[in-house]
């Protein structure tokens, strides 16, 4: 079965803070960036010349010439360059993938209406093209480079995801880990830690969730919270109007300090809480390699708060846990 892809990279204009300055980003090498993309799938091995044949019209309409190389092997390469910087790699494998990369440095709304209409007549092309075999095709949206604030967030997987970001809140270094509130128009303010999403405004849920979803009563009642530096649950609890809410996070600039030595104070002191509401993160962190390690053998060992709060729960206390 083949394919053929076809996307769109574009870079934009970003000013930075007062207007005063604008900043122009030059292409990287790299595999997608402002991108449309279509897929094209069939049975039979692509047939190089028939693509090329077919899609150099419209290249050339748009003024852009072309280069071909080609591989007893490994099929065909084009490139089709502009001159006004713009230029589109065509790619064609002998068993059928086929993938057409178009970058464009778009400046005003003409330039991108432009590249619309060429990436109209490749995708029109290539689906007749694929009339006489089993196939699809497939645009994608494009993906944009050289904006002022990054949209861009890889999931854990390593997964691209596009956030419709116009604002950035606050952006500072901690001594643990870079945090960033980046404001959304759909989700709200969300919280960045070190590069990896952490929570939205828009997660309530998430946050009753570990609350308890409305089961638990916290009136008048003494809550310990560990980790929960988004404040969410914090927000949350006070609406409840418990007796005394105390929270203990690792970033003095999320919030207070590292949870373990003061788990340790507490069950010392004999300090006793009705709630225990763990929201900490998933691998410990520290401010260098050989603390990390220790901190990862001290989190997965009996000190792990899970042991040490039983030493500071009251006798009709709940401990809640992520």
Not at 111 to 139: A, F
Not at 179 to 197: E, P, T, Y
Request: charged share 25%; aromatic share 8%; with cysteine.
């Amino acid at each position: 079965m083949s394919r053929i892809v076809i996307s769109y990279w574009n870079c934009v204009n970003s000013c930075l803070a007062g207007g005063v300055q604008q900043h122009r980003q030059v292409w990287p090498s790299a595999i997608w960036s402002e991108g449309s993309e279509e897929e094209f799938l069939k049975e039979s091995p692509a047939d190089g010349e028939a693509i090329l044949k077919g899609l150099q019209s419209i290249f050339q309409e748009q003024g852009m010439t072309e280069s071909v190389h080609t591989w007893q092997d490994h099929g065909y390469l084009a490139t089709y360059t502009n001159k006004n910087g713009s230029f589109a790699n065509l790619r064609i494998y002998p068993h059928g993938l086929v993938l057409l990369d178009l970058q464009s440095y778009d400046t005003d709304t003409q330039g991108k209406q432009e590249t619309d209409r060429l990436l109209n007549k490749i995708e029109e092309k290539m689906k007749e093209l694929s009339q006489d075999s089993t196939g699809r095709v497939k645009r994608l949206p494009p993906i944009v480079r050289g904006g002022a604030i990054d949209r861009y967030w890889p999931t854990a997987d390593g997964r691209l995801v596009e956030y419709d970001i116009d604002e950035v809140v606050y952006d500072e270094d901690s001594p643990y880990q870079n945090i960033k509130i980046l404001h959304s128009k759909q989700f709200g303010n969300i919280l960045i830690l070190s590069g990896d999403v952490n929570l939205a405004e828009s997660d309530v849920a998430y946050t009753r969730a570990i609350m308890g979803s409305g089961k638990e009563d916290y009136t008048g009642k003494d809550v310990l919270i560990l980790g929960g530096g988004d404040g969410g649950i914090l927000c949350e609890i006070v609406k409840l109007k418990p007796k005394m809410v105390t929270m203990v996070e690792i970033s003095f600039t999320v919030l207070i300090e590292d949870c373990i030595p003061v788990l340790k104070r507490y069950a010392k002191e004999g300090r006793e809480f009705d709630y225990v509401i763990n929201d900490l993160t998933a691998v410990p962190i520290s401010t260098s390699p050989e603390e990390d390690q220790k901190s990862k053998a001290v989190f997965f060992a009996k000190d792990y708060p899970k042991d040490i709060t039983a030493y500071i729960l009251s006798s009709h206390s709940v401990r809640v846990e992520i």
